[in-house]
């Protein structure tokens, strides 16, 4: 008999508020789930990660400008596109920390771009199987270990971010589930695993399709 191609892998998205717990979940699911990768957006080690590093640390000088930095974030996951879609027709599962839906939240907020703007240059990357928004109370986020000193760790900043984050769920297609993210590790990653379950099942029986 001929050999079966492998079947496609998943596409799954954490995203969040900061210091919801995404990398800390990304490993978790990482471990469950066989062939699986974690991406992390923005991947700093590229040239244009790189250029990104440089804005959030503020050592770009002068400071990039809003338009120029939100295209970068996008290109950043332009850049790695090839590779992923080799990886997942390869049946390898990704698991992103971060994607398009923080490229928009996070520029929005800043106030002087478009949310139309703002997701066009996304338009035609994959849409993932299954996105896990994992949110957190303003409150419990300031329990928690400090900001760093990075442009947008700012609590202000944070509160703008978590209200556009409820436009992009409303308006931006795929399947979300939003996690409490405020419970204990173990109880996210139960709730978190429920929902990536039901994203594996799909991708199993659906193809790939493009963000529209
Ligand atoms: N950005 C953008 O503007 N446009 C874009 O297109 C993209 C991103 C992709 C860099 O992101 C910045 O880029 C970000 C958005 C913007 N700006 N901000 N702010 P980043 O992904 O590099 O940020 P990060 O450094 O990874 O941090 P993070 O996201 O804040 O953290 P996290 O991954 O969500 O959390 P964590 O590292 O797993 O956990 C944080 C702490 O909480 C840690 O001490 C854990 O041990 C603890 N923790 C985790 N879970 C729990 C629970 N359940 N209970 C108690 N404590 C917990
Ligand atoms: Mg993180």
């Known amino acids: 008999?001929?050999?079966?191609?492998?079947?496609?892998?998943?596409?799954i998205v954490i995203e969040g508020l900061d210091r919801a717990g995404k990398s800390t979940q990304c490993s978790r699911l990482q471990q469950r789930i066989p062939n699986s990768r974690i991406i992390k957006f923005?991947?700093?080690s590229t040239p244009i990660g790189q250029l990104i590093n440089n804005y959030l640390t503020s050592a770009s000088s002068p400071p990039l400008t809003d338009q120029a930095i939100h295209l970068l974030f996008s290109a950043n996951r332009w850049e790695l596109l090839p590779s992923l879609l080799a990886a997942l027709s390869a049946g390898e599962t990704l698991i992103l920390d971060r994607y398009i839906y923080s490229?928009?939240?996070?520029?929005?907020a800043k106030g002087a771009l478009s949310y139309e703007y703002c997701r066009s240059?996304?338009?035609g990357l994959p849409l993932p199987d299954g996105i896990i928004f994992l949110d957190l109370p303003p409150d419990v986020a300031a329990e928690r270990a400090g900001f760093g000193g990075e442009r947008y760790e700012k609590?202000?900043?944070?509160e703008k971010v978590r209200e556009v984050f409820k436009t992009v769920r409303?308006?931006?297609?795929?399947?979300?589930?939003?996690?409490?993210?405020?419970?204990s590790v173990e109880e996210v990653t139960e709730r978190v695993w429920a929902a990536t379950e039901k994203a594996l099942r799909w991708a199993r029986e659906n193809e790939l399709r493009e963000i529209e």
């Open 155 to 158: 609590r202000e900043m944070q």
């Open 42 to 44: 923005p991947d700093r």
């Open 170 to 183: 409303e308006r931006e297609q795929g399947e979300w589930t939003v996690v409490d993210a405020s419970a």
């Open 121 to 123: 240059p996304d338009v």
């Open 1 to 11: 008999a001929t050999p079966q191609p492998p079947t496609r892998g998943a596409l």
């Open 103 to 108: 490229g928009i939240s996070f520029s929005v």
